[in-house]
Structure formats: C-alpha cells, structure tokens
C-alpha cells in the first residue's frame, strides 16, 4: 500500500518516496472531487452530519498526505523530491481554488447557516460555519463566472513563485562556503565552533575550516570572529543571497528579485479581483487587526516608544567600538563583533560562556518538567517511524496516563533542511466515528549538532527559541475542541496565534525555571546565581535596536502590500529605503538585499502579517503579567492559562479567550516593561 494513503496512524517516513507522491495525490483529488460532486447532488438538507462532515473526512485525508510531502520537502530536501513536490503543487494548488471559488459549495454552507439545525450546532461547529462563508468570499467563490479561471491561474502562479522563492534561498545559502587556512583568521572563534568548522572542511576534502551561511555557522563568525575580513566576506555572502549580486554570478537563477515583483503583482490581482484596495486589507480580513492603518499607528507607537533607547543604544556601540576595539567607522558586519564584546565587558560574560550551561538533554528536561507542572501532563520518550535518525518523539500524557498528544522534535541543522524554527501540524485532535483522534505535531530548529559523543550545546538565544516552538506546539496539541476547522491552531487569527509560543518565551528569564534546567558540559554543576544575575542584567541589551529592526521589517511587510504599486518607478529597495529612514537608527550597507531572503512574507504565511509577532507579543506578556502576579509555577492559573487559551483553539475569537484569561483587553505595557523600554 502506498504509505500516503495509511491514515491509520502516524506518517510512515521510513517507506515514504518520491515515487509515492504523485499516484497518491492523484488518487486523492479524484476521490475528493467525486465526494464533492456527490455531495452538490444530493437534494436533502444538508447539514452537519450529510454534509460538513464528509466533506472534513476527505479533504483531512489529503491535508494530511500533502502535509507529509510538504514536511518532507523543508527537512529532507533532494533533488527528486522537490521535483515531485514542485510538479504537484499545482494540482493541489488548483483543487482548493475550486473549492474556495464552487458556488455551489458555497451555497451549501449558507443552506446550512440559515437552515432549521444550525441552532442546535454547537459553538465549535457554528465557529467552522462562520469561518468557511468567510472563506468562500475571500477565495472568489462570488465572482463571475469570468473571473474565476484567472483567480484560480493566480493561486497557482502564486503557489509556485513562492515556492521558487524557497528553494532559490536554500539553493543559494547552501552554495556558498568560505574556507580559512590560516589559523590566525580564526582568532577569537570558540574552540567547539572551530571544531565544527574543521570536521566540515575534512568533510569537503579541504584544509583548514569551512564555513557557511547556515545559522550555527555564520552565527559564532559574526559574534566571534577577530578577522575583519572574515566578518566582512561571510556578512557580503549572507545579505546578498538569492539577489543579483549572489557570490557565485553564474547562478542568476536563484536571484528573487524578479519573483518578488511577480508575487507583489498577483497579489495585489488577487485583492482587487476580490474587492479589497489592496493585499493587505484582504490580509487583514481573517486577522484580528482591522485595517492598515491601525496597524501602521499601532508600530509607529512601538517605534516612537523604542528609539530613544535605539538610538542611546547605537551610541553607546560606537563609542565603545571606538575607545575600546579601534574601530572609528563601525560597519555592519562589525555590529555583532563589538555588541558581544560590550555585553562581556559591560555584564562579564559571554554567550559561550553560558553556552556551556545549557546540554540539550538537561534544558529538555527542564522544558518538559515546567510544562508538566503548569498543566498537569507527562511527557514520555515514545517510538515511531522518523525521516533522519537524530529525530526524537515523544507522548503527551495527563495525570491518569490517558493520551493527549503526541510530536517529533528535529532540532539539529543539515544541509537538506530550511533554516529556521518552526512548528507544523501532522495529525489534528478531532472527533471520528473511531472516537478522538490524537493531535500530532512536528517541532523543528536548527542548531549545532552534538559533538563527540556529548550532548549539543544551546546558547541561551536557542533555549528561548525551543521554548518558543514548543509553545506553538502546545497550542496545537492541548486543544480540547473536536471539531477540524478550529481544533489546535486551526481558525485562530494569524495575529493572535503567536500567543502562546511568545508566552514560553518569559520563562526563560525565570530563575527557578532555568536553574533546574543546566548542568555544566565539563563540571557538571548548576547555573550559579551570579552568572544568571548577569544574564538577567543583560536581558534587555539593545533591546531599543532590537524592537527597531522588527519594526522596520514589519512596516515594511505592510506598506509592500498596501502603499506600493508593483507596476510603478518605485522599486522594492527603494520602498524598504524609505521605511529605515523612517524608522531605522542602524541603517544598512546599500548592497545588502535582506527582501531576497525574506521568506517569512515571500514563502511563508507572514504576507501583510509580520506585524504579528510585535502584535502577538503584547497579548503574550500581557497575559504572563498575571503569572508575575500570581507566581509564576503557580499551577492554578496554568491551569486557567491551558483553559482558556490553549483548550479552545480557533473556537472563539482570540480576544474573547484573552479577556476570559485575563480579565480584560490587553495593555501594551507589560510588553514595554519586559524589554526595558520604559524610563525608571
């Protein structure tokens, strides 16, 4: 049997190939194409049970199978199997535009709403009701007739720019590599670091040590690194990638300026084919946020709090650079260099330094027991078929041992996975006629392998960011709705849905948390509470710069997809030109083309909606605030916290969940306090 089509349990990676795929889908979309024809004929009222239901059956089916491909494709990616995804994206791409544009369909679901037993649906279901009618009009199924084979030849182009997109950044960062034979331009790079750097130029049949653009690489060069001219090659590579000015100019194909227009170009079709002035209004339709502007006022505020520290904290980096390292024209590749050295002198420490506090297994440990506590779960070691053998899995339990939920954790970097962290859903907790279906998800990172036999380091910045994805993964995985449509992340607001995941994040600054989650990699002993003091003092360290540079990326997603006209003299750089001068204390070289490489809005979900993280993060402090009031192991209001945030999923609206946690609607000010950007 094709291991596609099981859906009896959890994917079977160790069998799946890229020969599979193609049959797969193909018997899927004739099965669901022919359910749904089935369906429009049938003359009963159609309802919850006749008609939703089936529909959810197999279109889960082929989410489920495409999901797994998709999956495939970012960790495990090869030549053939971005092939056979590639030649499959736009078939699926096609089934979905006609749903999201079937009249018929669409009809149904309104016969539904406004039938006899839409009162006795339940909240969930009437939620899925909702969404859907939304959905139905924001994917074109009230256009004419006419429009309709160019909104659906849209949602494929689209589908498959932003897929070119990825896979010429991967291509691009995965071609470059700069190798140093001389051990004098590798001064000041930590020792493990250089061991990673040697045991790759061995690998590649070179003297000396490799480096590359992916993170645990290019990190420790731009933080560590003495050479100037190291910082200064590795930064020219990193910011150019996928751009016109790749490193390698044979490979203009991988360069993303083109598809960015293409994409802006459709998109802004898109929304106006639909009757939205722009992409970013059409956005913002499903969001939480309502309109543009609100959300321009809302980063302006942020920004206009933020540069006062921005801009003390850029002096304050200059001046030091200046006096202290000899450098009178600090550039950009210098930032990271002589940031880390003025954290070292200002709190006498270093990143590495703590690094050697944080082995993989004790801050998982840590993780898994602060989850336990606050929500009364276990998590236990469990086994299943996984797609590269460091790839770990793991049960979710509560008290009485009853199965809640179950996730993949693929933490280490490799040449054939997307950079990045991210959480993605394989199996979503429902009610079948088999009972309760068990949630399953995949946590991905991408940190330094381990290394002799001993466990993989994290630096305090990695153990924030599993935090962070095990936060997403909890959302999906804790649900209690039974319902598809809004089970787990499902129908949450793309603004909202961030919430949790930040919210982790807070306990990373928690002595009795992380206390309980080091051990040190040579002496074995606990974190000391001086070097924590340290890391607490150190915590909001050009914060100011750091909101800025988030900002700037977030003004520029919305006014990319609201002010900027494709078709005009204005290009892209010149749009993102005007936003740092703006708004921007740190303005970078001229040559760096950081949209090239910025998939979160190019390939990934974050179009006219990067602004959710800034947006996201005031709903997450504000609602850690009442851990800070109540104590913040206190299980009674994790309890609460599980309740009423990640029990309900995309049942309810995101601000009703925060008020019924909260008491209230968010303030912004538990956000300014926990970055520091307040004035005592």
Same mark, same amino acid.
């Given at each position: 049997?094709?291991?596609?089509?099981?859906?009896?349990?959890?994917?079977?990676?160790?069998?799946?190939?890229?020969?599979?795929?193609?049959?797969?889908?193909? $018997?899927?979309?004739?099965?669901?194409?022919?359910?749904?024809?089935?369906?429009?004929?049938?003359?009963?009222? @159609?309802?919850?049970?006749?008609?939703?239901?089936?529909?959810?059956?197999?279109?889960?089916?082929?989410?489920?199978?495409?999901?797994?491909?998709?999956?495939?494709?970012?960790?495990?990616?090869? @030549?053939?199997?971005?092939?056979?995804?590639?030649?499959?994206?736009?078939?699926?791409?096609?089934?979905?535009?006609?749903?999201?544009?079937?009249?018929?369909?669409?009809?149904?679901?309104?016969?539904?709403?406004?039938?006899?037993?839409? *009162?006795?649906?339940?909240?969930?279901? =009437?939620?899925?009701?909702?969404?859907?009618?939304?959905?139905?009009?924001?994917?074109?199924?009230?256009? @004419?007739?006419?429009?309709?084979?160019?909104?659906?030849?849209?949602?494929?182009?689209?589908?498959?720019?932003?897929?070119?997109?990825?896979?010429?950044?991967?291509?691009?960062?995965?071609?470059?590599?700069?190798?140093?034979?001389? $051990?004098?331009?590798?001064?000041?790079?930590?020792?493990?670091?250089?061991?990673?750097?040697? &045991?790759?130029?061995?690998?590649?049949?070179?003297?000396?040590?490799?480096?590359?653009?992916?993170?645990?690489?290019?990190?420790?060069?731009? %933080?560590?690194?003495?050479?100037?001219? #190291?910082?200064?090659?590795?930064?020219?590579?990193?910011?150019?990638?996928?751009?016109?000015?790749?490193?390698?100019?044979?490979?203009?194909?991988?360069?993303?300026?083109?598809?960015?227009?293409?994409?802006? =170009?459709?998109?802004?079709?898109? +929304?106006?084919? #639909?009757?939205?002035?722009?992409?970013?209004?059409?956005?913002?339709?499903?969001?939480?946020?309502?309109?543009?502007?609100?959300?321009?006022?809302?980063?302006?505020?942020?920004?206009?709090?933020?540069?006062?520290?921005?801009?003390?904290?850029?002096? &304050?980096?200059?001046?030091?650079?200046? +006096?202290?390292?000899?450098?009178?024209?600090?550039?950009?590749?210098?930032?990271?260099?002589?940031?880390?050295?003025?954290? %070292?002198?200002?709190?006498?420490?270093?990143?590495? $330094?703590?690094?050697?506090?944080?082995?993989?297994?004790?801050?998982?440990?840590?993780?898994?027991?602060?989850?336990?506590?606050?929500?009364?779960?276990?998590?236990?070691?469990?086994?299943?078929?996984?797609?590269?053998?460091?790839?770990?899995?793991?049960?979710?339990?509560?008290?009485?041992?009853?199965?809640?939920?179950?996730?993949?954790?693929?933490?280490?970097?490799?040449?054939?996975?997307?950079?990045?962290?991210?959480?993605?859903?394989?199996?979503?907790?429902?009610?079948?006629?088999?009972?309760?279906?068990?949630?399953?998800?995949?946590?991905?990172?991408?940190?330094?392998?381990?290394?002799?036999?001993?466990?993989?380091?994290?630096?305090?910045?990695?153990?924030?960011?599993?935090?962070? $994805?095990?936060?997403?993964?909890?959302?999906?995985?804790?649900?209690?709705?039974?319902?598809?449509?809004?089970?787990?992340?499902?129908?949450?607001?793309?603004?909202?849905?961030?919430? @949790?995941?930040?919210?982790?994040?807070?306990?990373?600054?928690?002595?009795?948390?992380?206390?309980?989650?080091?051990?040190?990699?040579?002496?074995?002993?606990?974190?000391?509470?001086?070097?924590?003091?340290?890391?607490?003092?150190? =915590?909001?360290?050009?914060?100011?710069?750091?909101? #800025?540079?988030?900002?700037?990326?977030?003004?520029?997603?919305?006014?990319?997809?609201?002010?900027?006209?494709?078709?005009?003299?204005?290009?892209?750089? %010149?749009?993102?030109?005007?936003?740092?001068?703006?708004?921007?204390?740190?303005?970078?070289?001229?040559?760096?083309?950081?949209?090239?490489?910025?998939?979160?809005?190019?390939?990934?979900?974050?179009?006219?909606?990067?602004?959710?993280?800034?947006?996201?993060?005031?709903?997450? *402090?504000?609602?850690?605030?009442?851990?800070?009031?109540?104590?913040?192991?206190?299980?009674?209001?994790?309890?609460?916290?599980?309740?009423?945030?990640?029990?309900?999923?995309?049942?309810?609206?995101?601000?009703?969940?925060?008020?019924?946690?909260?008491?209230?609607?968010? =303030?912004?000010?538990?956000?300014?306090?926990?970055?520091?950007?307040?004035?005592?």
């Amino acid at each position: 049997m094709n291991p596609l089509l099981d859906f009896s349990g959890l994917p079977r990676f160790a069998e799946i190939k890229p020969e599979h795929v193609t049959p797969a889908i193909d $018997e899927l979309l004739t099965r669901n194409r022919a359910l749904t024809a089935r369906l429009l004929q049938d003359t009963v009222e @159609p309802g919850w049970g006749n008609f939703v239901q089936p529909f959810e059956d197999a279109n889960e089916q082929l989410s489920r199978a495409w999901g797994q491909v998709g999956h495939l494709n970012m960790v495990m990616n090869s @030549p053939e199997l971005r092939e056979v995804y590639n030649a499959n994206l736009p078939k699926v791409t096609q089934y979905y535009a006609e749903l999201a544009q079937n009249l018929a369909l669409y009809q149904k679901y309104k016969a539904i709403r406004n039938g006899n037993g839409y *009162a006795e649906l339940n909240a969930a279901q =009437k939620k899925v009701i909702e969404n859907e009618l939304r959905d139905f009009r924001l994917g074109g199924a009230e256009l @004419p007739e006419e429009k309709k084979a160019r909104f659906m030849q849209v949602q494929e182009d689209l589908s498959a720019l932003c897929s070119k997109f990825s896979d010429n950044l991967l291509d691009a960062t995965n071609a470059y590599s700069c190798v140093v034979e001389d $051990e004098q331009d590798i001064s000041g790079i930590p020792a493990d670091e250089r061991q990673v750097a040697a &045991e790759a130029a061995t690998e590649a049949g070179k003297k000396g040590w490799l480096f590359t653009l992916k993170a645990p690489s290019y990190g420790p060069v731009m %933080q560590y690194a003495d050479s100037r001219d #190291l910082r200064e090659r590795m930064y020219r590579a990193f910011t150019t990638r996928a751009s016109e000015l790749l490193a390698d100019g044979s490979k203009m194909d991988w360069n993303n300026t083109p598809l960015m227009s293409r994409i802006l =170009k459709l998109r802004a079709e898109e +929304a106006q084919m #639909l009757g939205f002035p722009n992409y970013a209004e059409l956005s913002l339709a499903s969001k939480m946020a309502e309109t543009p502007r609100q959300v321009a006022g809302f980063l302006l505020e942020l920004a206009q709090r933020a540069r006062p520290f921005a801009e003390k904290d850029l002096d &304050e980096l200059r001046a030091f650079a200046a +006096a202290q390292l000899n450098m009178q024209d600090l550039q950009a590749w210098d930032i990271g260099y002589a940031s880390e050295k003025l954290r %070292q002198q200002r709190y006498a420490f270093s990143e590495q $330094e703590v690094k050697q506090y944080f082995p993989e297994d004790a801050v998982r440990a840590g993780l898994f027991g602060l989850v336990e506590t606050l929500f009364g779960l276990r998590i236990e070691p469990s086994t299943a078929p996984v797609w590269h053998d460091t790839v770990r899995f793991f049960d979710i339990r509560d008290d009485n041992g009853q199965l809640i939920g179950q996730f993949y954790l693929d933490l280490y970097a490799r040449a054939s996975k997307r950079g990045g962290a991210w959480m993605d859903d394989a199996i979503t907790r429902r009610r079948t006629a088999k009972g309760i279906q068990t949630p399953v998800a995949y946590l991905n990172c991408n940190f330094a392998s381990p290394l002799g036999g001993k466990p993989a380091l994290f630096t305090h910045d990695e153990v924030n960011t599993l935090f962070h $994805e095990f936060g997403h993964g909890l959302h999906h995985l804790l649900t209690q709705v039974e319902e598809l449509g809004v089970s787990g992340i499902s129908g949450v607001e793309w603004d909202a849905v961030e919430l @949790p995941s930040q919210f982790m994040e807070n306990f990373c600054w928690e002595w009795d948390v992380l206390q309980g989650m080091t051990r040190h990699s040579e002496t074995g002993e606990k974190l000391p509470r001086a070097l924590f003091d340290k890391i607490i003092a150190a =915590k909001n360290f050009q914060s100011g710069l750091q909101m #800025l540079r988030q900002i700037e990326f977030s003004l520029f997603d919305l006014r990319l997809h609201s002010d900027y006209d494709a078709n005009g003299k204005q290009s892209v750089q %010149q749009l993102l030109d005007a936003v740092r001068k703006e708004v921007a204390v740190l303005i970078p070289p001229s040559f760096n083309r950081f949209q090239n490489s910025f998939s979160h809005i190019f390939a990934g979900g974050y179009a006219a909606g990067y602004y959710s993280y800034k947006w996201a993060e005031v709903l997450s *402090a504000d609602a850690y605030s009442l851990f800070e009031e109540n104590g913040v192991l206190d299980a009674a209001t994790g309890s609460h916290f599980r309740q009423e945030i990640l029990a309900v999923g995309g049942s309810r609206d995101a601000m009703d969940s925060f008020i019924a946690f909260r008491g209230r609607e968010p =303030k912004i000010d538990a956000l300014l306090r926990h970055n520091g950007l307040v004035t005592d």
